[in-house]
C-alpha cells in the first residue's frame, strides 16, 4: 500500500518519537477521508529537519496516537532556485506554484509587472498549494512564497546575490546554470514591457530560451525550471 506523507508545522506537533497528533483536520483526514486504522503506517514531515514513518496506535475524539517507526532519509532540491513570475490568472498562479514545487523550486516571488494580473493572487492559499503539492511530489521541505513585488522592487533586492536568468526569446545560446543558488523570472501573458526589458538590462541578468515557438506564461516556468534544474 503507498505511503501517504503529511506537513506538519513542527512549531505545533514537533515530530518526537511517539506523539499524540491534535491537528483536527488531519485526524479527519486520516479517520473519516482515507479511513485509516490501527497499525497502518504513514510519513510526517516538517518541512525543516525531519521525516518520520509512524505507526497507528489509537484514535480518540481529540487526536490521534501515532508510534515512532524509523527516520526517512530527507529529498531536497539540488540547486536553491527562485521564482520571479508576473502574475497571472488565479487558476495559472496555483498550477505555477504546484508544478513550481514539483519541480524543485524553493522560493516564490510573484511579481507586479505592468501587463499582469493584479488581483486574485491570496498568500494563504498559494502556501496551501505549495504544502499539498510538497506532500504529493515527495520532497521533504516547503518553499517559500512572498506576497507580490514590483518588478524594480524584486531586482534591487535580490540584484548581485545570485545569477538571474530572464525567460524570453533570444537568438543567443544559453551557457550552462552551475550556480548553487538562480533566480529565474518569468513574463506575463503580454510579454515584459520596454522599460522592464531595460531594468533586466542594467541588472546584468541573462536570457535563457527554452523553447523555438511562442508560449503561454504557465507553460514557459515550467520549461524554463526545468532547465535551470536539470
Known sequence: MRLHRFYVDPAKTPLVHDLWVHDMSLVHQWRRVLRYKVGQELVLFDG???????????????????????????????REVYLFWALLKKDKNDWVIQKGTELGVNHFVPILSERCEKTGFVLDRAQKIAIEAAEQCGRSNIPTIREPLQLATAIDEFKGKMPLYVCQQSTQATPPVTASKVGLYIGPEGGWSEDELELFARSDSQSIAVADFTLRAETAAVAAITRITA
Open 48 to 78: 525543516v529537519a525531519k521525516e518520520v514513518l509512524y505507526k497507528l496506535v489509537s484514535f480518540a475524539d481529540d487526536g490521534v496516537q501515532l508510534q515512532y517507526v524509523t527516520d526517512f532519509v530527507r529529498k531536497l532540491p539540488q
